[in-house]
């Protein structure tokens, strides 16, 4: 059975397109995963790990105003992640992950609450979840990574065969 990944690699393939992550929470995970599959160069463009509102900022034109009025654990911040990975790398689908792995909660937000963008065929799907289970951070970040990968391969899916 292929993994998660590699069906998103195998679609992304066929279809000739191309991918890019913009992580927060997730440090790199996500983008591990993905270029773990054999020919992720194929379509693989840029994968950035954005933890710094700094770099959300600089890197992905997240607005400091959102920042501010809704933190970077938020639905508008993963939105807005979504739109400027897809704008700054011109990429068919863009995943990204906004969120607190723990062990601290942050901005007064519990730790397992993630909000993960995805952008394809010109539309920006945001998903909020919120995982309650006492997990290490290693088991939260890889729980997210998972969690994003899932989302991603239903709209590509989705989207595809519309």
Do not use: W
Request: with cysteine.
């Amino acid at each position: 059975m292929q993994t998660l990944e590699e069906q998103i690699g195998k679609i992304l393939i066929e279809n000739n397109l191309t991918a890019a992550t913009a992580e927060s929470c997730t440090g790199g995970l996500l983008s591990s995963k993905l270029t773990d599959v054999t020919g992720s160069s194929a379509y693989i463009k840029l994968n950035y790990v954005t933890y710094a509102n700094e770099a959300k900022q600089a890197v992905l034109g997240v607005k400091s105003e959102t920042l501010k009025a809704h933190g970077a654990v938020s639905y508008e911040c993963a939105y807005e992640m979504a739109e400027g990975l897809t704008k700054t790398t011109g990429c068919d689908l863009a995943i990204c992950t906004t969120g607190i792995a723990g062990p601290l909660q942050d901005e007064g937000k519990p730790v397992g609450l993630i909000y993960i963008g995805v952008a394809f065929k010109e539309k920006i799907h945001v998903e909020r979840v919120h995982i309650k289970e006492k997990l290490t951070k290693a088991e939260m970040k890889n729980r997210f990574a998972n969690l994003a990968l899932k989302i991603a391969l239903d709209i590509i899916s989705e989207g595809i065969q519309q």
